[in-house]
């Protein structure tokens, strides 16, 4: 009798506390390749960008083309959210911490475009970013770079207008959802935001060069955290074990998954259906 209510009562928290996710999908005049990263590129350097992980995260790896080193001055260069100047060095030694945007920093395992899957934190490839004002690229190397989320807030309300469409649910076939849908232009977007780099091919920065790269959301869609995503397990493995990342976190899948999306994980009271 005692399992039975035990059984009971976990059952109703976890059917009770129902939850939705926000995906954010992004524009730019910047073109993506065909796995859907953008790529920025001139005759000095190649930037890729992936943005997919909760709250989303401004990651970059930047490839030196050039038979030479190159330098990058991370006090000349900036992450601009909505005109919002968010600082990529600052002099410790003055501020030891930065309480105007601290919700915007990420103190997470330094990530590379394409590991920032895990829902809770991405596959760790590196330490920590290492502050250092002047970072210096070999040639034909790669430097990752992620210190920013890009929209730390708990949800974004969107109209309680929003068209729908009744999809199938993607962890029961035999059940439906509606998703939301809200559409926008760069004009009205609700976020546009910018990555500005400062290069030069000689330490001393007497040839310096800028890098300006645009972008902004133009879709928001809102579902249940059910259709938005499943765990999933390893069949290849006897017993089928449940797929992880090298953090030994469960690894969600999801049909939204893109480089140049990412999503807020929404508490209910935000969500669209309960602010009708």
């Not at 968010?86 to 930065?98: P, V």
């Not at 809770?120 to 920013?148: D, H, W």
């Not at 030069?200 to 133009?218: A, C, G, H, P, Q």
Request: charged share 30%.
């Amino acid at each position: 009798m005692k399992n039975f209510l035990r059984l009971t009562i976990i059952s109703l928290l976890l059917f009770g506390c129902k939850s939705y996710v926000q995906v954010f999908n992004t524009n730019s005049s910047i073109k993506t390749d065909e796995k859907g990263f953008y790529i920025s590129e001139n005759d000095s350097v190649k930037i890729t960008y992936s943005f997919w992980k909760a709250k989303g995260l401004m990651t970059f790896s930047i490839f030196n083309k050039l038979d030479k080193p190159l330098y990058i001055d991370w006090k000349k260069s900036a992450y601009i959210d909505n005109s919002v100047k968010l600082k990529y060095w600052n002099d410790e030694e003055k501020s030891k911490s930065i309480s105007s945007y601290g919700s915007y920093l990420y103190d997470g395992p330094l990530l590379k475009p394409g590991y920032a899957v895990s829902a809770s934190r991405g596959a760790s490839v590196s330490s920590t970013v290492k502050v250092e004002r002047i970072t210096f690229i070999p040639p034909a190397s790669n430097y990752n770079r992620s210190q920013f989320f890009i929209l730390p807030i708990p949800f974004f309300k969107i109209d309680t207008k929003a068209r729908f469409e009744e999809v199938t649910r993607n962890d029961n076939l035999k059940k439906t959802t509606k998703v939301y849908k809200v559409d926008y232009t760069k004009e009205n977007s609700p976020l546009v935001f910018r990555n500005f780099l400062t290069f030069s091919t000689t330490e001393d920065f007497e040839t310096e060069f800028y890098v300006d790269n645009e972008f902004y959301v133009d879709e928001i869609l809102e579902m249940d955290e059910r259709h938005f995503g499943q765990y999933r397990k390893d069949e290849t493995k006897k017993g089928g074990y449940d797929i992880r990342d090298e953090n030994g976190e469960l690894l969600l899948f999801s049909d939204y998954e893109k480089p140049s999306s990412f999503y807020l994980l929404i508490p209910k009271e935000g969500s669209l259906k309960k602010r009708k």
